[in-house]
């Protein structure tokens, strides 16, 4: 079985210190992005939501990105 997710193949866990690598995971308007499109395992997609939750709240990443 090969394991595609990315936090498993670096045997890491998403961290919201490192928000620049979190942004991967949202679009355009700032929501997070669903499992199917990052091709992270649930384990992982709940652990990376939570640290971007966090982020957030340390102003780190914004809640919403209005386009102008």
């Known amino acids: 079985?090969?394991?595609?997710?990315f936090y498993?193949?670096?045997?890491?866990?998403?961290?919201?210190?490192d928000y620049e690598h979190l942004k991967k995971y949202l679009t355009v308007?700032?929501?997070?992005v669903s499992r199917e499109r990052s091709g992270i395992c649930s384990k992982h997609q709940r652990k990376l939501a939570l640290e971007i939750k966090?982020?957030?709240v340390l102003a780190l990443?914004?809640?919403?990105?209005y386009e102008s």
Do not use: E, F, T
């Open 1 to 5: 079985m090969i394991n595609h997710c």
């Open 8 to 17: 498993c193949r670096g045997k890491a866990n998403p961290s919201y210190k």
């Open 29 to 32: 308007r700032g929501k997070i």
């Open 54 to 56: 966090k982020a957030r």
């Open 61 to 65: 990443l914004p809640y919403v990105v």
